[in-house]
């Protein structure tokens, strides 16, 4: 059973361009959750979805900032007009659907974006 | 608000030495706390968790840790150091009213060993 995956592992854009990243949860897992890690800083939570659907989207930046997870496919966290300050890691993480009150989530190895 | 606070940035020991890494919360009611571990470049990887029961909590690579209700405390620890420890740490946690895994995490804590 892999473990989440996201890709790409790195990803470089320039100022105005998007950034697609991609975060297929384990096997079996129907919640995704996206974090950011800027740098020398902990991990702060973005947004929580299900299959097509936003449950939690109070972490995410009111601009530029958008997040899917269709029936199909894997989860796609973007970011239009890329500026400097997106540059961070971003982390993905899964959890079963049967989420309870004891469930933990699973990270995967994340996706360090650079805004050159 | 809900918070964790891990008050150490960075915590250098010898190989061999005892360990502990702090780390505090603040939530309305008993949380659910957990410490990952951040190698270079990777991703996280989970220590140990405390959901209920007993507060000594033990998990991978000899690490426990102690939930203190009274300190509102919940430290990690490890015996006896190996380089292969030195890491990030990070502490975290949600509500005990929070039915996902939506978590708020500490600072870090970054380990450096001294051979």
């Known amino acids: 059973n892999a473990g989440v995956m996201q890709n790409p592992r790195h990803l470089v854009r320039r100022r105005g361009q998007e950034a697609r990243l991609r975060c297929s949860p384990m096997?079996?897992?129907?919640?995704v959750y996206w974090y950011r890690q800027l740098p020398e800083e902990g991990l702060k939570f973005m947004v929580y979805?299900?299959?097509?659907?936003?449950?939690?989207e109070s972490g995410m930046p009111k601009e530029r900032f958008s997040a899917e997870f269709p029936k199909e496919g894997p989860s796609i966290l973007r970011i239009q007009q890329v500026v400097r300050g997106d540059s961070a890691a971003y982390f993905c993480?899964?959890?079963?659907?049967?989420?309870?009150?004891?469930?933990?989530?699973?990270f995967g190895q994340g996706t360090r974006l650079t805004v050159v | 608000a809900q918070s964790v606070t891990q008050p150490d940035i960075h915590i250098t020991v010898s190989e061999g030495a005892s360990l502990e890494l702090r780390c505090n919360y603040s939530?309305?009611?008993?949380?659910?706390l957990f410490w990952y571990v951040q190698s270079p470049g990777q991703g996280l990887q989970l220590l140990l968790k405390?959901?209920?029961?007993?507060?000594l909590v033990q998990g991978i690579k000899g690490f426990e840790a102690e939930f203190k209700r009274s300190q509102s405390s919940f430290n990690l620890r490890k015996p006896s150091v190996h380089w292969s420890d030195a890491a990030e740490y990070f502490c975290?946690?949600?509500?005990?009213?929070?039915?996902?895994?939506?978590?708020?995490f500490g600072q870090g804590t970054i380990l450096t060993v001294h051979p």
């Open positions: 975290a946690g949600k509500g005990g009213g929070t039915s996902y895994g939506k978590l708020t």
């Open positions: 405390y959901f209920s029961g007993d507060t």
């Open positions: 939530y309305g009611a008993t949380p659910y």
């Open positions: 979805l299900q299959k097509e659907n936003i449950i939690d």
């Open positions: 993480a899964s959890s079963p659907s049967n989420t309870g009150m004891n469930t933990e989530a699973f």
């Open positions: 096997k079996g897992h129907s919640h």
